[in-house]
Protein backbone atom coordinates (compact mmCIF):
# COMPACT_ATOMS: atom_id res chain seq x y z
CA UNK A 1 0.00 0.00 0.00
CA UNK A 2 1.53 3.45 -0.87
CA UNK A 3 2.28 5.91 2.22
CA UNK A 4 -0.45 7.90 3.15
CA UNK A 5 1.65 10.96 4.07
CA UNK A 6 2.80 10.58 0.73
CA UNK A 7 -0.52 10.52 -0.77
CA UNK A 8 -1.74 13.57 1.14
CA UNK A 9 1.67 15.23 -0.19
CA UNK A 10 0.46 15.63 -3.52
CA UNK A 11 -2.90 17.33 -2.55
CA UNK A 12 -0.81 19.77 -0.67
CA UNK A 13 1.63 20.16 -3.36
CA UNK A 14 -1.15 20.78 -5.64
CA UNK A 15 -2.58 23.06 -2.81
CA UNK A 16 1.01 25.16 -2.79
CA UNK A 17 1.45 25.38 -6.69
CA UNK A 18 -2.38 26.74 -6.94
CA UNK A 19 -2.75 28.79 -3.81
CA UNK A 20 -3.90 32.37 -5.27
CA UNK A 21 -6.78 30.48 -7.52
CA UNK A 22 -7.63 28.54 -4.60
CA UNK A 23 -8.17 32.00 -2.56
CA UNK A 24 -5.39 30.26 0.19
CA UNK A 25 -2.31 31.14 1.94
CA UNK A 26 1.10 29.45 2.66
CA UNK A 27 2.62 30.08 5.54
CA UNK A 28 6.60 29.36 6.46
CA UNK A 29 7.10 29.06 10.38
CA UNK A 30 10.12 30.14 11.53
CA UNK A 31 10.79 25.94 12.49
CA UNK A 32 10.63 25.48 8.73
CA UNK A 33 7.49 23.74 8.91
CA UNK A 34 4.34 24.84 6.46
CA UNK A 35 1.00 26.41 7.42
CA UNK A 36 -1.74 25.83 4.94
CA UNK A 37 -4.25 28.70 6.16
CA UNK A 38 -7.31 27.47 4.13
CA UNK A 39 -9.43 29.81 6.10
CA UNK A 40 -8.09 31.37 9.46
CA UNK A 41 -7.33 34.38 7.33
CA UNK A 42 -8.18 33.35 3.59
CA UNK A 43 -11.38 33.04 2.19
CA UNK A 44 -10.91 29.66 0.60
CA UNK A 45 -12.83 28.15 -2.27
CA UNK A 46 -14.44 24.90 -3.40
CA UNK A 47 -11.41 23.09 -4.64
CA UNK A 48 -9.33 23.86 -1.71
CA UNK A 49 -12.17 22.27 0.08
CA UNK A 50 -12.02 18.96 -1.87
CA UNK A 51 -8.10 18.98 -1.88
CA UNK A 52 -8.05 19.85 2.04
CA UNK A 53 -10.62 16.68 2.48
CA UNK A 54 -8.75 14.19 -0.11
CA UNK A 55 -5.19 14.93 1.91
CA UNK A 56 -7.23 13.98 5.15
CA UNK A 57 -7.85 10.52 3.72
CA UNK A 58 -4.25 10.32 2.65
CA UNK A 59 -5.17 10.10 -1.18
CA UNK A 60 -7.39 6.77 -0.96
CA UNK A 61 -10.59 9.46 -0.99
CA UNK A 62 -11.92 11.34 -4.19
CA UNK A 63 -14.25 14.53 -3.40
CA UNK A 64 -16.41 15.87 -6.20
CA UNK A 65 -19.68 18.22 -5.88
CA UNK A 66 -23.52 18.07 -6.45
CA UNK A 67 -26.68 19.75 -5.10
CA UNK A 68 -28.99 18.01 -2.97
CA UNK A 69 -32.43 18.41 -4.63
CA UNK A 70 -34.54 18.30 -1.53
CA UNK A 71 -32.58 21.17 0.65
CA UNK A 72 -31.35 23.13 -2.45
CA UNK A 73 -27.81 23.23 -1.10
CA UNK A 74 -24.53 21.89 -2.74
CA UNK A 75 -23.24 18.74 -1.45
CA UNK A 76 -20.36 16.57 -1.41
CA UNK A 77 -20.08 12.78 -2.99
CA UNK A 78 -17.22 10.98 -1.01
CA UNK A 79 -15.82 7.90 -2.94
CA UNK A 80 -13.19 6.14 -0.60
CA UNK A 81 -11.08 2.87 -1.50
CA UNK A 82 -9.96 0.75 1.26
CA UNK A 83 -12.12 2.90 3.66
CA UNK A 84 -10.76 1.13 7.45
CA UNK A 85 -7.50 2.57 6.09
CA UNK A 86 -7.91 5.81 4.45
CA UNK A 87 -11.02 6.43 7.39
CA UNK A 88 -9.96 5.89 10.58
CA UNK A 89 -5.99 5.23 9.92
CA UNK A 90 -5.88 9.04 8.60
CA UNK A 91 -9.10 10.84 8.26
CA UNK A 92 -10.26 10.60 11.85
CA UNK A 93 -9.49 13.54 14.06
CA UNK A 94 -7.85 11.73 16.79
CA UNK A 95 -4.98 12.88 17.89
CA UNK A 96 -5.50 15.74 20.93
CA UNK A 97 -2.97 18.32 20.19
CA UNK A 98 -2.34 21.02 23.09
CA UNK A 99 0.45 23.74 23.95
CA UNK A 100 0.22 27.26 25.30
CA UNK A 101 -3.11 27.69 25.89
CA UNK A 102 -4.13 26.04 21.95
CA UNK A 103 -6.10 22.98 21.36
CA UNK A 104 -7.14 20.75 18.57
CA UNK A 105 -7.71 17.72 17.22
CA UNK A 106 -5.45 16.70 14.92
CA UNK A 107 -6.26 14.60 11.55
CA UNK A 108 -4.80 13.61 8.67
CA UNK A 109 -2.12 10.58 7.99
CA UNK A 110 0.92 11.74 10.45
CA UNK A 111 -1.13 10.51 13.09
CA UNK A 112 -0.33 7.35 11.00
CA UNK A 113 3.51 8.17 11.68
CA UNK A 114 2.67 9.06 15.80
CA UNK A 115 1.08 6.13 16.43
CA UNK A 116 -0.63 6.93 19.60
CA UNK A 117 -3.99 5.39 19.30
CA UNK A 118 -4.86 2.05 19.71
CA UNK A 119 -6.83 1.66 16.43
CA UNK A 120 -3.41 1.38 14.61
CA UNK A 121 -3.21 -2.41 16.49
CA UNK A 122 -6.68 -3.51 15.08
CA UNK A 123 -5.83 -2.02 11.28
CA UNK A 124 -2.15 -3.63 11.30
CA UNK A 125 -1.39 -0.41 9.64
CA UNK A 126 2.22 1.37 9.88
CA UNK A 127 3.73 3.83 8.14
CA UNK A 128 7.33 5.23 7.37
CA UNK A 129 7.74 8.56 5.57
CA UNK A 130 10.03 11.48 5.72
CA UNK A 131 6.93 13.94 4.98
CA UNK A 132 4.03 14.64 7.88
CA UNK A 133 0.53 15.78 6.91
CA UNK A 134 -1.34 16.88 9.27
CA UNK A 135 -5.13 18.70 9.50
CA UNK A 136 -6.37 21.16 12.26
CA UNK A 137 -10.46 22.25 12.38
CA UNK A 138 -9.20 25.87 14.49
CA UNK A 139 -9.71 28.97 14.11
CA UNK A 140 -5.71 29.79 14.67
CA UNK A 141 -2.64 29.01 13.72
CA UNK A 142 -1.14 25.87 16.36
CA UNK A 143 1.96 27.73 18.00
CA UNK A 144 5.76 26.92 17.07
CA UNK A 145 6.45 24.69 19.84
CA UNK A 146 3.20 22.48 18.44
CA UNK A 147 4.86 22.19 15.44
CA UNK A 148 8.04 21.11 16.85
CA UNK A 149 6.37 18.51 19.06
CA UNK A 150 4.49 17.03 16.40
CA UNK A 151 7.20 16.86 13.67
CA UNK A 152 9.41 14.82 16.33
CA UNK A 153 6.17 12.47 17.53
CA UNK A 154 6.51 11.97 13.74
CA UNK A 155 9.90 11.25 13.43
CA UNK A 156 10.28 13.83 10.70
CA UNK A 157 11.95 17.25 10.24
CA UNK A 158 9.92 20.11 11.12
CA UNK A 159 11.02 21.27 7.28
CA UNK A 160 9.13 18.41 6.05
CA UNK A 161 5.99 19.15 7.72
CA UNK A 162 3.02 20.55 6.32
CA UNK A 163 -0.33 21.38 8.57
CA UNK A 164 -3.46 22.24 7.17
CA UNK A 165 -6.15 24.69 8.80
CA UNK A 166 -9.35 26.04 8.20
CA UNK A 167 -12.23 26.49 10.89
CA UNK A 168 -15.42 25.46 11.16
CA UNK A 169 -17.15 28.27 9.69
CA UNK A 170 -15.10 28.45 6.60
CA UNK A 171 -15.90 27.40 3.56
CA UNK A 172 -13.12 24.88 3.33
CA UNK A 173 -13.98 23.71 6.60
CA UNK A 174 -17.39 22.69 6.67
CA UNK A 175 -16.40 21.25 3.64
CA UNK A 176 -14.04 19.22 5.14
CA UNK A 177 -16.27 18.00 8.05
CA UNK A 178 -19.04 17.04 5.54
CA UNK A 179 -16.82 15.16 4.12
CA UNK A 180 -15.83 12.90 7.06
CA UNK A 181 -19.70 11.22 6.19
CA UNK A 182 -18.14 7.13 4.94
CA UNK A 183 -15.73 7.56 7.77
CA UNK A 184 -18.37 8.84 10.44
CA UNK A 185 -20.10 4.83 9.86
CA UNK A 186 -16.70 3.27 9.30
CA UNK A 187 -15.94 4.36 12.57
CA UNK A 188 -19.37 3.45 14.10
CA UNK A 189 -18.78 -0.13 12.85
CA UNK A 190 -15.27 -0.03 14.49
CA UNK A 191 -16.96 1.13 17.97
CA UNK A 192 -19.17 -1.27 17.90
CA UNK A 193 -16.70 -4.24 17.35
CA UNK A 194 -16.84 -4.90 13.70
CA UNK A 195 -13.65 -5.76 11.93
CA UNK A 196 -13.70 -2.72 9.60
CA UNK A 197 -11.05 -4.63 7.22
CA UNK A 198 -13.71 -6.26 6.16
CA UNK A 199 -15.13 -2.58 4.30
CA UNK A 200 -13.95 -3.17 0.79
CA UNK A 201 -15.48 0.59 -0.38
CA UNK A 202 -17.11 3.07 0.92
CA UNK A 203 -19.71 6.11 -1.02
CA UNK A 204 -21.39 8.79 0.51
CA UNK A 205 -23.29 12.37 -0.42
CA UNK A 206 -23.96 15.16 2.58
CA UNK A 207 -25.47 18.32 1.47
CA UNK A 208 -22.80 21.60 2.71
CA UNK A 209 -25.00 23.74 5.48
CA UNK A 210 -25.29 27.41 4.92
CA UNK A 211 -22.32 29.23 6.62
CA UNK A 212 -22.67 30.77 9.57
CA UNK A 213 -20.06 33.35 11.49
CA UNK A 214 -20.26 31.66 14.33
CA UNK A 215 -18.14 28.59 14.89
CA UNK A 216 -20.86 27.17 17.65
CA UNK A 217 -23.27 27.44 15.31
CA UNK A 218 -21.04 26.32 12.17
CA UNK A 219 -20.30 23.01 14.20
CA UNK A 220 -23.65 22.01 14.73
CA UNK A 221 -24.77 22.47 11.76
CA UNK A 222 -22.40 20.11 10.11
CA UNK A 223 -22.94 17.83 12.44
CA UNK A 224 -27.25 17.64 11.71
CA UNK A 225 -25.73 17.27 8.02
CA UNK A 226 -24.31 13.99 8.40
CA UNK A 227 -26.71 12.80 11.51
CA UNK A 228 -29.83 13.64 9.29
CA UNK A 229 -29.01 14.79 5.85
CA UNK A 230 -26.61 11.93 4.42
CA UNK A 231 -26.96 8.61 2.88
CA UNK A 232 -24.20 6.26 2.65
CA UNK A 233 -23.13 2.67 1.13
CA UNK A 234 -20.95 0.37 2.25
CA UNK A 235 -19.52 -2.77 0.23
CA UNK A 236 -17.88 -5.80 2.40
CA UNK A 237 -16.71 -9.05 2.17
CA UNK A 238 -17.93 -11.00 5.28
CA UNK A 239 -18.07 -14.53 5.16
CA UNK A 240 -20.05 -14.71 8.25
CA UNK A 241 -22.40 -11.70 7.55
CA UNK A 242 -21.28 -10.33 11.01
CA UNK A 243 -22.33 -7.37 10.12
CA UNK A 244 -26.25 -8.63 10.26
CA UNK A 245 -26.59 -8.55 13.75
CA UNK A 246 -25.12 -4.47 13.78
CA UNK A 247 -26.60 -2.88 11.08
CA UNK A 248 -29.53 -1.72 12.80
CA UNK A 249 -27.39 0.29 15.05
CA UNK A 250 -25.63 1.96 12.17
CA UNK A 251 -27.85 4.66 11.58
CA UNK A 252 -28.12 7.85 13.44
CA UNK A 253 -31.91 6.86 14.51
CA UNK A 254 -30.73 4.11 16.63
CA UNK A 255 -29.17 6.95 19.03
CA UNK A 256 -31.22 7.72 22.37
CA UNK A 257 -30.42 11.30 21.53
CA UNK A 258 -31.98 11.14 17.94
CA UNK A 259 -34.15 14.23 16.81
CA UNK A 260 -32.61 17.25 19.11
CA UNK A 261 -30.71 19.33 16.35
CA UNK A 262 -26.71 19.25 17.57
CA UNK A 263 -26.34 22.30 19.34
CA UNK A 264 -29.60 22.33 20.86
CA UNK A 265 -28.09 18.68 22.14
CA UNK A 266 -25.09 20.12 23.47
CA UNK A 267 -26.53 23.03 25.32
CA UNK A 268 -28.52 20.26 27.05
CA UNK A 269 -25.54 18.51 28.28
CA UNK A 270 -23.95 21.94 29.00
CA UNK A 271 -21.25 21.52 26.36
CA UNK A 272 -20.15 18.60 27.37
CA UNK A 273 -19.78 16.51 24.07
CA UNK A 274 -18.43 13.12 26.29
CA UNK A 275 -21.88 13.37 27.37
CA UNK A 276 -23.50 12.82 24.03
CA UNK A 277 -24.64 9.47 23.30
CA UNK A 278 -21.80 8.32 21.03
CA UNK A 279 -24.00 6.04 19.06
CA UNK A 280 -25.70 9.06 17.62
CA UNK A 281 -22.61 10.05 15.85
CA UNK A 282 -23.40 7.88 12.48
CA UNK A 283 -24.88 8.75 9.12
CA UNK A 284 -28.19 9.14 8.40
CA UNK A 285 -29.22 6.22 6.11
CA UNK A 286 -26.59 3.45 6.07
CA UNK A 287 -27.03 1.08 2.92
CA UNK A 288 -24.84 -2.71 3.14
CA UNK A 289 -23.98 -4.93 -0.01
CA UNK A 290 -21.93 -7.87 1.42
CA UNK A 291 -20.72 -9.20 -1.63
CA UNK A 292 -20.37 -13.03 -0.18
CA UNK A 293 -23.56 -13.59 -0.24
CA UNK A 294 -25.30 -10.55 -1.95
CA UNK A 295 -27.70 -9.26 0.60
CA UNK A 296 -28.14 -5.78 -0.08
CA UNK A 297 -29.93 -3.67 3.08
CA UNK A 298 -30.76 -0.14 3.99
CA UNK A 299 -31.45 1.27 7.05
CA UNK A 300 -32.13 4.78 9.03
CA UNK A 301 -33.94 7.70 7.75
CA UNK A 302 -33.32 11.41 6.63
CA UNK A 303 -34.85 13.96 8.84
CA UNK A 304 -34.80 16.64 6.09
CA UNK A 305 -37.65 18.53 7.76
CA UNK A 306 -35.79 19.33 10.80
CA UNK A 307 -32.38 20.52 8.96
CA UNK A 308 -35.12 22.96 7.11
CA UNK A 309 -36.19 24.42 10.74
CA UNK A 310 -32.41 25.05 11.93
CA UNK A 311 -31.05 26.40 8.43
CA UNK A 312 -33.57 28.20 7.35
Known amino acids: ?16 SKAWELEISI ?38 FG ?35 YF ?26 SVAVLALESSSFPPESLLDYVASRCGVDPQRLYVLVAPTHSLVGSIQVVSRVVETGIHKMFELGYDVLKVQHGFGVCPIPPLPNDPMIA ?37 RDYGLPFSDLFRKYNFDFYQVDPLLFSPACVTINNVINGNYRSVGRKNIDLLKREWF
Not at 112 to 118: H, I, P, Q, T, V
Not at 123 to 128: A, P, Q
Open 219 to 255: MGRTNDAVLYGSRVWYTLHDEKSEIDTLIDKLPSDSS
Open 104 to 129: ALGSGPARSLYRGEALYEKLGYDEVS
Open 67 to 101: HDPELLVPSVIVKVSSPAVACLGSQYAGWALESEG
Open 27 to 64: VKVGNGATLIDAGVHSVGSYEAGRLFAEACMGGLGNIT
Open 1 to 16: MKSLNEGAFKCVEEMI
